[in-house]
């Protein structure tokens, strides 16, 4: 099916895509992984050619692989701790149902701190805004 060539080549473009890098670091890379001048800059240009199409590629892959079905919240307060700072923390607890394919879900359980939740929503966001983006 697939060689190791073949998935490292596939991980090295997902990375590139997925940090935004720019054809002169794609072409730098390939050329510290021992390809020449001419074949790194051939390389790069292509991909500058196809990023939007990568990108699309990469990002559907994962949305289709890795869909919410559902999600489950609830706030809370810690009353009582062995640990006197602790008491009257917030936190959120997650419950996300996950389509893993194949018919197979997944039940992920999270508990956040405000700071913590705050941060994944700002992902969540960015997220959301790179697919409207590429839509």
Known sequence: MYNQNDRN????F???VKYHLTPTHVKEDLVNFRLSEEQAENI???YKLNFIGLSRTFVGNTLTINQVLDMQWRFGVTTAS???KKAGNTFLQLKLVLDQGNDKKEDVHM??????FYQFLRQMEQAKSSLEYFN
């Open 44 to 46: 790069a240009s292509k």
């Open 82 to 84: 062995s640990e006197s």
């Open 111 to 116: 508990e956040l701190s405000l700071p913590q």
């Open 9 to 12: 080549i596939f991980y090295f």
């Open 14 to 16: 997902k990375g590139a």
